[in-house]
């Protein structure tokens, strides 16, 4: 028999976790399912080793690539608190621009259907659930804030404050980054966080980064009413004959199915995926996938045009914690480019470890360096460009049953440019001219489709049920009690991390069901 609640969350990562921690003091019956474990704590979580050669924490997941004809293992996290538990922690609010159309060199960024002013008080608030540190009046596209951030800007080390210096003297505008760590600087023998180099990319075994998990998951299970289940994977939503409301959640745990019912169901298992679930709930009055009148659900899938790039400083860079600092000078337009270009901050520091056996950078920096050498005076950059929607861009499902993706880059001139900007700068900031390199060169995974931590696009929302999925509150158009907040919402997906949008809309969300529950 079915077991009741009043709603179900189906993925418990930036919107699925954020979204149980808002509801549960209401006092609704709320059933969390995760198709993964807790990730469990130890030494491995720390391994250099263990998390980027051998790919410990990766989903054993096959995706195909319609592009490339073949399989690949897309880097994704199933575990409770899903693609937060190895994420950056980089919790940035969308430009308010970016909340409207915006023209760039190879294509448009559509409006969302709500503006910023509407998401604001949902920045406020995410910025203080996860605990966000940062400096307001730094960076020259902030949009307007009604609060300050909870907590002060994460400090630099000496080698990233130099840089900030050099930056500034060049005429450029850093700012520290906006973080969610659980770092307490004035008084670190009592702080959670320790500041070390194991952060970006890494799971935190000291609980010290702002994850859905910490942050979201552990919080809602506080409540006696909020039920988690673990490695219960859901594989299909049922509807009632008319097609108007889902009946009950079909779930495969321990090697059984199970179904449960809910008054609303709620999808954040990430963009692929809830695409995914929503095409494999086909049925006669949803014959193309459920909610999909519109043919839209898979299409428009965007991950950001990235690019993890190495800079050689001439001086030793021993930084630790390196991802405090960012760059928005060139996130509207450039030197010679009226165009948006996007954001540049920095990530994880270089390690040796990281380089084990892969030989193109040798060939790269040789044979001045040796890989010890690259990554003494490394400075790494995050190369963020927005990624445009397009509808050929898009989730399908194979035979098997198994994700599909067909992809094909679709803003790379502003992609281009941008890494050509930073080289171009790289002789006022004490490195070594003309020496950028891709970090894909030398580490044993490329960014390109399998990187797709920042998934977006595939359930759009809109106020036209003929060219999107879902309205205004996240609701489906065709469905009266399916709802998505997630990453998949997304219209467009901006050039920062997403993490911060899909955690605040996931509270905008929030609130309408406690309305609707009464």
């Known amino acids: 028999m079915a077991e009741s609640y009043d709603v179900i969350v189906i993925g418990t990562g930036a919107g699925g976790g954020t979204l149980a921690r808002h509801l549960a003091p209401s006092g609704n019956r709320i059933l969390l399912l995760e198709r993964g474990d807790w990730l469990p704590r130890e030494p491995a979580n720390w391994s250099t080793l263990d998390v980027f050669v051998e790919g410990k924490y990766i989903s054993e997941d096959s995706w195909y690539s319609a592009e490339d004809k073949s399989f690949f293992q897309p880097q994704v996290h199933y575990f409770v608190g899903g693609a937060t538990k ?46 966000v540190h940062g400096a307001r009046g730094e960076d020259p596209t902030e949009p307007p804030s009604s609060a300050p951030y ?41 702080s959670t966080c320790v500041r070390c180099g194991e952060c970006d990319g890494f799971p935190c075994p000291l609980h010290a980064k702002s994850d859905a998990e910490v942050i979201g998951v552990r919080p809602a299970l506080e409540h006696a009413n909020v039920t988690l289940l673990r490695n219960a994977r859901a594989v299909k939503l049922e509807t009632n004959p008319a097609g108007t409301e889902v009946t009950s959640v079909v779930v495969e745990r321990d090697g059984e199915t199970e179904r449960y019912t809910g008054g609303i169901v709620v999808v954040a298992c ?21 909610a999909n009148g519109s043919d839209q659900v898979g299409r428009n899938f965007m991950y950001h045009d990235c690019q993890a790039v190495l800079a050689v400083s001439k001086e030793p860079n021993p930084t630790v914690f390196q991802k405090t600092l960012g760059v928005n000078d060139f996130y509207f337009s450039g030197p010679d480019f009226d165009y948006p270009m996007g954001n540049i901050q920095m990530i994880g520091k270089s390690q040796a470890e990281m380089f084990r056996g892969e030989k193109p950078v040798e060939t790269k920096f040789a044979p001045s360096w040796a890989l010890r050498d690259v ?16 509808p050929d861009n898009r989730v399908t499902l194979g035979p098997d049953g198994g994700v599909h993706i067909s992809y094909r880059p679709s803003n ?77 919402i997304f219209p467009s997906i901006s050039a920062v991390n997403p993490a911060l949008t899909a955690m605040a809309n996931a509270m905008r969300v929030g609130d309408h069901l406690l309305e609707r529950l009464g």
């Open 375 to 390: 990554a003494t005076h490394a400075v790494d950059f995050w190369l963020s460009t927005e990624d445009l929607p397009q």
């Open 150 to 190: 909870p907590y002060p800007a994460v400090s630099h080390e000496p080698r990233i404050q130099q840089l900030s210096d050099d930056l500034a003297k060049s005429g450029y505008h850093p700012f520290h980054a906006p973080c969610g760590i659980l770092v307490n600087e004035a008084d670190m023998p009592y």
């Open 270 to 290: 990430g963009a692929a995926n809830s695409a995914k679930l929503l095409l494999a709930s086909a049925n006669d009055r949803h014959p193309n996938g459920l």
């Open 86 to 131: 190895l994420y950056g922690a980089a919790l940035y609010r969308m430009r308010e621009e970016d909340f409207g159309e915006l023209r760039h060199h190879d294509g448009l960024s559509p409006a969302w259907p709500i503006s910023y002013q509407d998401m604001e008080p949902y920045y406020t608030a995410a910025e203080q659930f996860y605990q």
């Open 412 to 488: 790379p001139t502003a992609a281009k440019q941008l890494f050509g900007q930073l080289k171009s700068m790289l002789g006022s900031l004490d490195m070594h001219e003309g020496h950028l390199a891709h970090r894909c060169m030398y580490m044993k995974t490329a960014i390109p489709i399998a990187g797709c931590a920042h998934q977006a696009g595939t359930v759009r929302f809109g106020a036209d049920p003929a060219t999107s999925v879902l309205n205004a509150d996240c609701r489906a158009h065709e469905v009266d009690n399916l709802y998505v907040a997630d990453t998949s």
